[in-house]
Structures are given as C-alpha cells and as structure tokens.
C-alpha cells in the first residue's frame, strides 16, 4: 500500500521560535496533501489543505501566516509552525490521497512539544 | 456543515467478545466513509474504506456496515483480542480522492486479557 512519511517524528522547541514538518509520500505522487492537527484525547481536526503548484487552502480559524504550507514537488508538503507558543503544542499528522483509489493513508506523525 | 459522531467514547470488554463501534454523521451526502485505527502516539492506519453505493466491507475478523440514507456505520470486531485494544476512528469524506475527511471523536477500546 501507499507510504507516507513524516520527519520528524518528535521535536521539542522553545517559544518563539519556527520548526519545519516534511510530510512525503514515498511510492506515488500526491498533488494534495492533508494537514490534520490533534491535541490530547481528541479526535483529528483538518489544518489546511495542500495544493502542489498552488496556495494553502486554510480551515476556518487556522492562522496561516502562522501556519506556513509549501508544497514544492508531487511528493513533498512542509508544514512550518512560525513563532510557536506552548498552546501550539499537539500532534500533527499529513495525509494523502493514495495512488488514483479513494483511501487517505496517512503519515506517523510529528509530537511538537513547545516549552 | 457535516458532524461526525462516535457511540461510545470508551469500551472495555474481555477478550473474546465481539466488539461493536457505532459512528453517526449529519450529511447523507457522502462519497465514502473510512475506518482507521490508532494507536497511542501513532498515526493512523486504514481499516476499511466503504463506498457510498456499498453496504457492507469485510477484512478478516473486521466487518463495517454503512447505512447512508440514516447516516450510520457500523464497525464489527469479532472475537477481541488485547491486541485490538486502541482507538477506532471513523471518517467521511465528501468528495473524491481529493477531498478532506470529516472525523468522529474516536472509541477507545481495551479489550482485557
């Protein structure tokens, strides 16, 4: 089956400063990608969606100058947390569509700690 | 806007009995509907994918229904196992391959030795 990657799988940041997610698929091409977002016993709540080629389409109420989406090839989306605050701190997961069939198969995830 | 729904938020049951996952959404209007697994600090990982024109799907001791006209899935787990023991997520999608997913609040399961 389709593999999507995640790099890295944990970071731990102080406030203020920016960290950069990679999600990759491995074994197929994916003009968009998925940015899901879940903090602590709660279920995934969509960021924004990655177009490659195009802008970011945000969910309401994400930042997105805070929030910084590329999608620079048909295999790489990166997601970059500027000025990051304790709050930001959750578990951010990628997906993609795989392969020409209908299933999302998503990344590991990345556990982003601020203190 | 669509809401997804899962009954109940936590279940424990002894190895060995069937498990049964119930997910709700709002809008009929689906295209498919996904079952994942997650286990703590992991990703997800696919279980079953239903289309909307499907009932039914089935993968080893798994089995999901999907009643679109009432808006319900149903998740079947025979005979549990400890290893079965994670959170189950339930997704809908309205559109295509590209389209996002909508996901329930998940069901916790233990399933005790």
């Known amino acids: 089956g389709a593999v999507v990657s995640q790099h890295p799988s944990r970071v731990i940041c102080k406030s203020g400063t920016s960290v950069k997610i990679e999600c990759r698929s491995l074994?197929?091409?994916?003009?968009?990608m998925f940015w899901y977002r879940q903090f602590p016993k709660q279920s995934l709540m969509l960021m924004a969606t990655?177009?490659?080629?195009?802008?970011?389409?945000?969910e309401q109420g994400v930042e997105k100058d805070k929030f910084l989406i590329n999608h620079a090839s048909l295999t790489l989306s990166t997601l970059t947390v500027t000025s990051a605050h304790p709050e930001d701190s959750s578990f951010y997961i990628c997906?993609?569509?795989?392969?020409?069939?209908?299933?999302?198969?998503f990344g590991p995830g990345t556990r982003l700690t601020v203190t | 806007k669509q809401e997804v729904t899962q009954i109940p938020a936590a279940l424990s049951v002894p190895e060995g009995e069937n498990l049964v996952l119930n997910c709700s959404f709002t809008?009929?209007?689906?295209?498919?509907l996904q079952w994942f697994r997650q286990d703590p600090g992991k990703g997800l990982t696919s279980l079953l994918l239903?289309?909307?024109?499907?009932r039914e799907q089935t993968s080893g001791r798994l089995n999901a229904s999907l009643d679109k006209s009432s808006g319900r899935s149903t998740l079947y787990i025979a005979a549990s196992q400890p290893g079965d023991s994670a959170t189950y997520l339930c997704?809908?999608?309205?559109?295509?391959?590209?389209?996002?997913?909508?996901f329930g609040g998940g069901t916790r399961v233990l399933v005790k030795p």
């Open positions: 074994d197929f091409q994916a003009t968009t």
């Open positions: 997906s993609a569509p795989g392969g020409g069939i209908d299933e999302q198969y």
């Open positions: 990655s177009n490659e080629g195009s802008k970011a389409t945000y």
């Open positions: 809008d009929s209007a689906i295209y498919n």
């Open positions: 997704a809908v999608s309205l559109g295509a391959a590209g389209n996002k997913l909508t």
């Open positions: 239903i289309q909307s024109s499907q």
